[in-house]
């Protein structure tokens, strides 16, 4: 299994990025993808979760009406797009994977919000 995050970067408060994870290695139609987040100093925590048909997602009520988590089952993709950025939304975000019996993870990609 193998998960590759990119899209992240420096953006000012307000603006927008949009994150992509390229998985392969698994039936990518069949689990759950989901992102995570870690500030510095911060537990990991969950930000978006989208089921393997794309008809089921949830949010964290930090996130709610800002990030939309998709899924593009043709390319083997999942992707968050992030809207209204604020300073305190800077982290590494990971893309992760449950494939049983084992958690995977992506290397993550920097998110800096900052002016």
């Known amino acids: 299994v193998q998960l590759v995050e990119s899209g992240g970067g420096l953006v000012q408060p307000g603006g927008s990025l949009r994150l992509s994870c390229a998985a392969s290695?698994?039936?990518?139609?069949?689990?759950?993808m989901s992102w995570y987040r870690q500030a510095p100093g911060k537990e990991r925590e969950l930000v978006a979760a989208i089921d393997g048909a794309g008809g089921s997602t949830n949010y964290a009520d930090s996130v709610k009406g800002r990030f939309t988590i998709s899924r593009d089952n043709t390319k083997n993709t999942v992707y968050l797009q992030m809207n209204s950025l604020k300073p305190e939304d800077t982290a590494v975000y990971y893309c992760?994977?449950?494939?049983?019996?084992?958690?995977?993870w992506g290397q993550g990609t920097q998110v800096t919000v900052s002016s």
């Open positions: 992760r994977a449950v494939v049983p019996p084992s958690i995977y």
């Open positions: 290695g698994f039936t990518f139609t069949r689990h759950t």
